[in-house]
């Protein structure tokens, strides 16, 4: 007997899939391992087919196609894709104003992560009940200007949750960051009872300590379904060139045309349309020196 279902769970090689109002343990069949292109041939968002076992467990025996994903570089080779969660529409990039602290350029490779695995990205800058920089009118404006919505939150006292609500309402989102950012306390203030196991941050660091080591989907009272994933300290992007790069900041590709040399950097070379466009306040600086970092960072001889 078979039934479909959608992974709601994933640790290692185990999984939930939830069928028909239930939540079944469930492991792989051997053979779909050989049957993707990425090194991730189940994860939490599957819509799969599965068969069941007279003790209520069950074994996955098809996945259907992803229409979206979120992923990284699989760790043991960058010529795979770690696939953290699939069939989402939205990418929640949770940050915080500090403790850790505010990291705009993360929150722009997570940008770029989302463009590439098609899906909408929403900013969630949380713990404003530690103070609100000037920066942070500064993120909202570049980030709002190239239509990418931004929510600022306390999952201390509330502050900004009916608007996040809002964000979050009929969508599938997952929750990315870095650890200690309160991805799992937002779900916690979200799902009365959920009681997710939260972080502490490292005094020693100021970096968060990672709890959530496993992959799983909530659906929440107002609507709409979130992934909380485990933080990550870094994200490197895949399947991403220098001259490619341009194209994730539409706010500088409109101004690229003007510089004097044609495949110009905008990082050192005269006349550059763009470093002027910075320099007059027409693009966030943030912005470009994200672009800049980011530029630096990728290795040609790795795509």
């Excluded at 006349?271 to 800049?292: H, Q, S, T, W």
């Amino acid at each position: 007997m078979t039934d479909k279902g959608i992974v709601i769970r994933g640790h290692g090689k185990s999984f939930i899939v939830r069928c028909g109002g239930k939540d079944i343990p469930c492991e792989i069949r051997g053979r779909l391992k050989f049957q993707t292109e990425s090194g991730t041939p189940v994860a939490v968002g599957d819509d799969v087919v599965i068969s069941t076992n007279d003790d209520g467990t069950g074994m996955i025996e098809e996945v259907a196609e992803r229409k979206t994903m979120f992923f990284r570089p699989a760790k043991s080779s960058d010529a795979k894709k770690q696939v953290i969660a699939a069939n989402i529409n939205q990418l929640g990039i949770v940050a915080s104003v500090k403790s850790p602290p505010l990291k705009p350029g993360l929150i722009d490779r997570f940008i770029i992560a989302a463009r590439i695995g098609n899906l909408e990205s929403l900013v969630i800058i949380n713990k404003i009940d530690l103070g609100q920089p000037r920066i942070l009118s500064e993120l909202e404006r570049g980030y709002r200007n190239i239509d990418i919505p931004v929510v600022f939150t306390s999952a201390v006292n509330g502050d900004g949750f009916d608007k996040l609500e809002k964000a979050l309402s009929g969508h599938r989102t997952i929750f990315a960051g870095h650890s200690g950012v309160g991805k799992s306390t937002i779900l916690n203030r979200f799902i009365p009872g959920l009681n997710l196991e939260v972080s502490d941050v490292s005094e020693a660091t100021n970096k968060g300590v990672h709890t959530t080591s496993l992959v799983q989907m909530f659906e929440l009272p107002g609507g709409g379904y979130v992934v909380d994933s485990p933080g990550l300290k870094i994200l490197k992007l895949w399947e991403i060139k220098r001259e490619n790069l341009l194209d994730y900041y539409p706010e500088m590709a409109e101004y690229a045309d003007k510089c004097r040399f044609t495949g110009c950097s905008h990082s050192h070379e005269p006349d550059c349309a763009v470093k002027e466009a910075v320099g007059n306040g027409l693009i966030p600086k943030f912005r470009y020196e994200n672009y800049i970092s980011i530029y630096d960072s990728i290795d040609e001889s790795q795509v």
